[in-house]
Protein backbone atom coordinates (compact mmCIF):
# COMPACT_ATOMS: atom_id res chain seq x y z
CA UNK A 1 0.00 0.00 0.00
CA UNK A 2 0.87 3.73 -0.65
CA UNK A 3 0.46 6.25 1.42
CA UNK A 4 -0.30 9.97 0.30
CA UNK A 5 1.75 12.01 2.68
CA UNK A 6 6.27 12.37 1.93
CA UNK A 7 8.29 10.46 4.46
CA UNK A 8 9.86 12.63 6.74
CA UNK A 9 12.74 12.17 9.22
CA UNK A 10 12.28 13.25 12.62
CA UNK A 11 14.47 15.91 14.64
CA UNK A 12 16.50 13.39 16.21
CA UNK A 13 17.87 12.46 12.82
CA UNK A 14 18.42 16.15 11.80
CA UNK A 15 20.37 16.62 15.14
CA UNK A 16 22.47 13.45 14.03
CA UNK A 17 23.58 14.39 10.54
CA UNK A 18 24.68 18.14 11.86
CA UNK A 19 26.69 16.85 14.61
CA UNK A 20 28.46 13.98 12.02
CA UNK A 21 28.35 16.99 9.03
CA UNK A 22 30.64 19.23 11.89
CA UNK A 23 32.80 16.51 13.20
CA UNK A 24 33.69 15.85 9.22
CA UNK A 25 34.74 19.33 9.14
CA UNK A 26 36.60 19.58 12.12
CA UNK A 27 38.26 16.48 10.79
CA UNK A 28 39.28 17.62 7.89
CA UNK A 29 40.35 20.83 9.39
CA UNK A 30 42.47 19.01 11.19
CA UNK A 31 43.93 17.03 8.78
CA UNK A 32 45.02 19.96 7.14
CA UNK A 33 46.51 21.69 10.02
CA UNK A 34 48.45 18.40 10.71
CA UNK A 35 49.70 18.33 6.90
CA UNK A 36 51.17 22.20 7.12
CA UNK A 37 52.37 20.74 10.59
CA UNK A 38 54.56 17.85 8.80
CA UNK A 39 55.12 19.96 6.07
CA UNK A 40 56.99 22.73 8.00
CA UNK A 41 58.85 19.72 10.02
CA UNK A 42 59.93 18.17 7.08
CA UNK A 43 61.48 21.29 6.32
CA UNK A 44 63.32 22.26 9.56
CA UNK A 45 64.28 18.63 9.45
CA UNK A 46 66.29 18.88 6.20
CA UNK A 47 67.76 22.07 7.44
CA UNK A 48 68.65 20.05 10.49
CA UNK A 49 70.11 17.24 8.62
CA UNK A 50 71.94 20.24 6.18
CA UNK A 51 73.35 21.73 9.51
CA UNK A 52 74.35 18.45 11.39
CA UNK A 53 76.22 18.15 8.02
CA UNK A 54 78.05 20.88 8.26
CA UNK A 55 78.94 20.52 11.78
CA UNK A 56 80.16 16.76 11.67
CA UNK A 57 82.23 18.23 8.74
CA UNK A 58 83.75 21.44 11.37
CA UNK A 59 84.12 18.17 13.56
CA UNK A 60 85.71 16.45 11.30
CA UNK A 61 88.42 19.55 10.67
CA UNK A 62 88.47 20.45 14.71
CA UNK A 63 89.28 16.64 14.84
CA UNK A 64 92.58 17.02 12.22
CA UNK A 65 93.56 20.08 13.86
CA UNK A 66 93.36 18.53 16.80
CA UNK A 67 95.64 16.15 15.93
CA UNK A 68 98.33 18.17 14.02
CA UNK A 69 98.32 20.24 17.64
CA UNK A 70 98.79 17.28 19.80
CA UNK A 71 101.65 16.28 17.15
CA UNK A 72 103.30 19.93 17.68
CA UNK A 73 102.66 19.40 21.34
CA UNK A 74 104.66 16.12 21.74
CA UNK A 75 107.62 17.82 19.23
CA UNK A 76 107.16 20.61 21.74
CA UNK A 77 107.85 18.76 25.05
CA UNK A 78 110.54 17.01 23.09
CA UNK A 79 112.23 20.04 22.23
CA UNK A 80 111.74 21.69 25.93
CA UNK A 81 113.19 17.89 27.49
CA UNK A 82 116.34 18.55 25.44
CA UNK A 83 116.48 22.63 26.62
CA UNK A 84 115.90 21.77 29.97
CA UNK A 85 118.99 18.95 29.76
CA UNK A 86 121.18 21.76 27.80
CA UNK A 87 120.37 23.91 30.76
CA UNK A 88 121.17 21.47 33.04
CA UNK A 89 124.61 21.15 31.04
CA UNK A 90 125.10 24.67 31.20
CA UNK A 91 124.39 25.50 34.67
CA UNK A 92 126.77 22.80 35.98
CA UNK A 93 129.95 24.34 33.24
CA UNK A 94 128.98 27.46 34.83
CA UNK A 95 129.22 26.33 38.31
CA UNK A 96 132.54 24.73 37.04
CA UNK A 97 133.97 28.02 35.80
CA UNK A 98 133.06 29.60 38.96
CA UNK A 99 134.86 27.47 40.72
CA UNK A 100 138.05 27.25 38.76
CA UNK A 101 137.32 31.16 38.36
CA UNK A 102 137.59 31.25 42.49
CA UNK A 103 140.69 29.28 42.35
CA UNK A 104 142.32 31.21 39.82
CA UNK A 105 141.42 34.51 41.89
CA UNK A 106 143.39 33.02 45.09
CA UNK A 107 146.08 31.48 43.10
CA UNK A 108 146.59 34.99 41.56
CA UNK A 109 146.52 36.55 45.14
CA UNK A 110 149.21 34.19 46.71
CA UNK A 111 151.32 34.98 43.29
CA UNK A 112 151.07 39.09 43.79
CA UNK A 113 151.91 38.13 47.64
CA UNK A 114 154.87 36.23 46.27
CA UNK A 115 156.16 39.04 44.18
CA UNK A 116 155.62 41.64 46.42
CA UNK A 117 157.90 39.13 49.37
CA UNK A 118 160.35 39.22 46.14
CA UNK A 119 160.34 42.94 45.43
CA UNK A 120 161.23 43.60 48.87
CA UNK A 121 163.82 40.93 49.26
CA UNK A 122 165.10 42.33 46.25
CA UNK A 123 164.99 45.85 47.13
CA UNK A 124 167.00 44.57 50.68
CA UNK A 125 169.59 42.38 48.04
CA UNK A 126 170.14 46.13 46.63
CA UNK A 127 170.72 47.96 49.86
CA UNK A 128 172.99 45.33 51.07
CA UNK A 129 174.63 45.32 48.11
CA UNK A 130 175.67 48.72 48.15
CA UNK A 131 176.46 48.98 51.58
CA UNK A 132 179.06 46.30 50.76
CA UNK A 133 180.73 48.32 47.77
CA UNK A 134 180.78 51.22 49.89
CA UNK A 135 182.55 49.34 52.51
CA UNK A 136 184.60 47.92 50.09
CA UNK A 137 185.59 51.11 47.82
CA UNK A 138 186.03 53.44 51.18
CA UNK A 139 188.68 55.54 49.24
CA UNK A 140 190.87 55.72 45.81
CA UNK A 141 194.12 54.78 47.68
CA UNK A 142 192.50 51.49 48.76
CA UNK A 143 191.01 50.28 45.06
CA UNK A 144 194.12 49.06 44.02
CA UNK A 145 195.35 45.05 44.96
CA UNK A 146 197.02 44.63 48.15
CA UNK A 147 199.92 42.79 46.59
CA UNK A 148 200.12 45.76 44.19
CA UNK A 149 200.87 47.97 47.22
CA UNK A 150 204.45 48.36 47.79
CA UNK A 151 206.33 47.88 51.34
CA UNK A 152 208.79 50.56 52.15
CA UNK A 153 211.86 48.93 53.11
CA UNK A 154 214.40 51.45 54.89
CA UNK A 155 218.02 51.12 53.29
CA UNK A 156 221.17 52.64 54.06
CA UNK A 157 222.81 54.48 51.01
CA UNK A 158 226.09 54.35 50.72
CA UNK A 159 226.86 57.55 52.61
CA UNK A 160 225.72 55.75 55.97
CA UNK A 161 222.45 56.97 55.95
CA UNK A 162 219.12 55.70 56.23
CA UNK A 163 217.16 56.15 53.07
CA UNK A 164 213.54 58.28 52.51
CA UNK A 165 210.69 56.38 52.40
CA UNK A 166 209.63 57.81 48.81
CA UNK A 167 213.07 56.40 47.83
CA UNK A 168 212.55 53.15 49.09
CA UNK A 169 209.17 52.90 46.92
CA UNK A 170 210.92 54.07 43.42
CA UNK A 171 213.43 51.04 44.35
CA UNK A 172 211.12 48.57 44.31
CA UNK A 173 209.43 50.16 41.44
CA UNK A 174 212.19 49.90 39.55
CA UNK A 175 213.39 46.59 40.76
CA UNK A 176 209.64 45.16 39.92
CA UNK A 177 209.70 46.40 36.11
CA UNK A 178 213.32 44.92 35.77
CA UNK A 179 212.18 41.84 36.74
CA UNK A 180 210.66 40.25 33.31
CA UNK A 181 208.37 37.97 35.37
CA UNK A 182 206.17 40.83 36.79
CA UNK A 183 206.36 43.65 34.51
CA UNK A 184 203.47 43.18 33.62
CA UNK A 185 202.59 43.82 37.48
CA UNK A 186 204.18 46.55 37.11
CA UNK A 187 202.27 47.94 34.68
CA UNK A 188 198.86 47.16 36.46
CA UNK A 189 200.08 48.57 39.99
CA UNK A 190 201.63 52.04 38.06
CA UNK A 191 200.18 55.33 39.99
CA UNK A 192 197.36 56.91 38.28
Request: aromatic share 2%; hydrophobic share 40%; net charge positive.
Amino acid sequence: MTSAKPHAHGTGMRIAVIVLSLLLAAMVILFLVTTSKIAAGASELADGTVAAKDGSADLAAGADDLAVGADRLADGSDDLAAGAAAAHSGSQKLSDGATKAAVGATTLAEGAGNLAAGASTAVDGAGRVSGERRRRSPGRRNSRPRWCRPTPVRRRSRLGRRSSPQESTAHTATRTVSSPVRARSATLCAPV
